[in-house]
């Protein structure tokens, strides 16, 4: 129960909740999509002229920094509200700004190059088969069998007859036998899936930054003019 003193600290601590989960959730996200079978694997293959590795360590670190700015600004607006800091309030609302600062060019980038992490991870994929056909003895074999194993996919389709050979000796016996699914096809509906969801907590997170500030600035118009308020009508005789 809350007094009509202690009304507004209650009233933040549902919002404080849910920007420590939004936080939280932005974290899980990226340490899946980092430390994830499929997406370190294709991370590790790729050569150092191939975008994926430096698009895969760079979401990672947006993610991390992005979700301790969430919760560190949820937190001040915690404590800016219990002690009635304008200083704090200050402080959350400058956290607020700096996440909605680094969103919004994410999700401008992630409209513009839509295809991009798909590319290069199908990239990846392509140059790894091409090596394994050339050259069967090759040690991109096991990588090939890993990339199979890790996406439940078979090799990939194409108008010429001379790549039974590959499939028959990097693609799992199920596979081979049930003609598995295409690869690139199997990483681009995988990928889309992923950063659907990733495009779908960007938003969500904009529309909660987008209203941490408004919060923010509400707190400290309070604070400050709760604080004249207290102040008015107190004289002092001389």
Request: proline share 3%; net charge negative; hydrophobic share 40%.
């Amino acid at each position: 129960v809350c007094t009509q003193q202690e009304l507004l600290p209650c009233k933040s601590l549902p919002e404080t909740l849910l920007f420590q989960l939004l936080g939280l959730s932005i974290a899980t996200l990226s340490t899946v999509t980092h430390y994830g079978l499929r997406f370190t694997l294709i991370s590790n293959i790729s050569l150092d002229s191939n975008a994926y590795k430096v698009i895969h360590h760079t979401a990672f670190y947006f993610g991390i920094c992005l979700s301790m700015t969430l919760i560190l600004a949820a937190l001040l607006s915690s404590a800016a509200t219990v002690r009635e800091s304008q200083c704090l309030t200050a402080m959350g609302f400058f956290c607020f700004a700096l996440a909605f600062c680094g969103l919004i060019p994410a999700a401008c980038w992630r409209y513009t190059h839509s295809t991009e992490v798909e590319d290069s991870m199908m990239d990846v994929y392509d140059f790894v088969y091409e090596e394994v056909r050339r050259n069967t003895s090759s040690f991109r074999r096991h990588e090939l069998t890993a990339i199979h194993e890790a996406f439940l996919c078979c090799g990939k389709h194409s108008p010429f007859g001379d790549t039974t050979s590959v499939e028959s000796k990097t693609c799992p016996p199920d596979q081979v036998h049930n003609e598995g699914q295409d690869c690139l096809q199997e990483i681009q509906d995988f990928l889309k899936k992923h950063m659907d969801f990733v495009f779908s907590l960007l938003g969500i997170a904009i529309g909660f930054t987008v209203y941490g500030m408004f919060l923010t600035s509400f707190l400290w118009f309070s604070i400050h003019f709760s604080s004249n308020l207290y102040r008015k009508g107190k004289y002092i005789l001389r």
